[in-house]
């Protein structure tokens, strides 16, 4: 079988890329990073630096004529969790038009619009995805399935938290693939039995296994167009319907609540860590101790408002200085710069105490070091791009997973025919 051709959006400095070629399966034949709050494209600078600027485009991807992006067999992307709620309708055929902005749109628009639309999605978001927005649940991702599934696609989806695969964070995020109704996989998810699916047979459960399940899942129909479903889907509940497992084909969704099952090397903190090659500007100096100690620690106290309210606050306590036995807490954007905060990741040397450097986040997400080192971009930009990024090795692996279940499907097929 070829390499699939992959068209990748919201790139980054390349994360879905990296994860994406390890495989040796795939070629990327079209990329697109735009950061539109910043005058320099910093991320995108990288992601040249990387890999070139052939087929790579810099400029916002809303605005993107369809006939400058090739044809490719998969299309890629962490998009930025937003409000999805479908805007208002249109008079004409399309039908729908979202929120401005919001990117998913961007997507749609490629899928809807592509005289050749490509075969299967691999797409990444923040788990908070499936119950979103808190006064309506689970409309979302409900939006999201039900546009695809106008479009032709079903979707599995899962939850995955690096760390309980033994990977060295813990970076919980919303993993989906979509399967276009011409391919042979879709044809096998719809005949498969959803729960064996989810549990065993399917794509990502081949390679992130689960404990097997003995409860049913949950079942029922997303209903309505677009506009009904943004405006009325799960009005009155107070969950989301949507578990961290399931399929949705034909607009029916199986969903059920899995758990990791796990027992091969684990990599934690520790391993990551630059022992003695760290410069002095990432240790903390000892009178800063006590600031990060109240940071990091509990609290009960009075807070004043801006308006002059009085209110009780309270918060739980951190392991501070972090544990280099465990995987490491998740990297956010917020994690470069010397100034004391209750986030950014402190471990203990025989030194002293000191920040994790832009290898060590570049290593929690499984990049290459120096993956983002390039003159002109700060250490604290740098830690930003990790802050944004994603784990690299769960990329490589629904990828390596992906491509022999098309194989498998389509040489299944080609036997029965």
């Known amino acids: 079988m070829k390499k699939l051709k992959v068209i990748e959006l919201f790139a980054g400095v390349g994360g879905f890329r990296l994860g994406l070629e390890k495989t040796g399966h795939y070629e990327v034949v079209w990329s697109n990073q735009w950061e539109p709050s910043t005058k320099t494209q910093h991320a995108s600078l990288v992601y040249e630096a990387r890999f070139g600027n052939k087929n790579h485009n810099n400029t916002d991807i809303s605005e993107v004529p369809i006939s400058e992006i090739p044809d490719g067999d998969i299309l890629v992307g962490g998009f930025p969790c937003q409000d999805y709620s479908v805007a208002t309708t249109l008079q004409n055929s399309k039908g729908l038009i979202g929120k401005k902005g919001v990117l998913w749109w961007s997507i749609h628009r490629i899928l809807s619009e592509k005289k050749n639309p490509p075969k299967y999605l691999f797409l990444e978001n923040?788990?908070?995805?499936?119950?979103?927005?808190?006064?309506?649940?689970?409309?979302?991702?409900?939006?999201?399935?039900?546009?695809?599934?106008?479009?032709?696609?079903?979707?599995?989806?899962?939850?995955?938290?690096?760390?309980?695969?033994?990977?060295?964070?813990?970076?919980?995020?919303?993993?989906?693939?979509?399967?276009?109704?011409?391919t042979p996989i879709y044809s096998h998810l719809k005949g498969a039995n959803k729960s064996e699916w989810t549990h065993n047979s399917g794509t990502i459960a081949s390679v992130f296994s689960v404990e097997k399940g003995h409860k049913s899942p949950k079942t029922f129909k997303i209903k309505g167009d677009?506009?009904?479903?943004?405006?009325?889907?799960?009005?009155?509940?107070?969950?989301?319907?949507?578990?961290?497992?399931?399929?949705?084909?034909?607009?029916?969704?199986?969903?059920?609540?899995?758990?990791?099952?796990?027992?091969?090397?684990?990599?934690?903190?520790?391993?990551?860590?630059?022992?003695?090659?760290?410069?002095?500007?990432?240790?903390?100096?000892?009178?800063?101790?006590?600031?990060?100690?109240y940071l990091k620690g509990a609290k009960k106290e009075v807070r004043t408002a801006k308006n002059g309210f009085e209110y009780n606050y309270s918060e739980g306590g951190m392991i501070f200085p972090d544990a280099l036995d465990n995987a490491s807490r998740t990297v956010i954007t917020g994690e470069g710069g010397k100034s004391p905060s209750r986030f950014k990741h402190v471990v203990q040397t025989q030194k002293g105490l000191r920040r994790l450097t832009p290898v060590e986040l570049e290593r929690l997400n499984m990049f290459p070091d120096n993956h983002t080192k390039l003159e002109g971009i700060s250490d604290t930009k740098r830690a930003f791009f990790m802050g944004n990024a994603l784990v690299v090795g769960v990329v490589e692996r629904i990828g390596s997973a992906l491509y022999e279940k098309i194989r498998q499907v389509s040489t299944n097929r080609g036997m029965n025919n």
């Open 226 to 293: 677009l506009v009904e479903i943004s405006s009325n889907f799960n009005e009155e509940g107070k969950l989301s319907p949507f578990e961290n497992s399931g399929v949705c084909i034909e607009g029916e969704v199986s969903t059920i609540r899995t758990f990791p099952d796990y027992d091969g090397k684990r990599t934690v903190l520790g391993d990551i860590l630059q022992n003695g090659e760290v410069t002095d500007e990432f240790f903390i100096p000892q009178e800063d101790y006590p600031k990060w100690e």
């Open 126 to 182: 923040v788990d908070r995805l499936l119950k979103s927005p808190s006064n309506q649940r689970g409309r979302d991702f409900a939006v999201m399935l039900k546009s695809l599934d106008e479009l032709g696609y079903a979707v599995e989806w899962r939850v995955i938290n690096a760390a309980d695969y033994g990977m060295p964070q813990r970076r919980r995020r919303i993993f989906f693939l979509g399967y276009h109704k011409s």
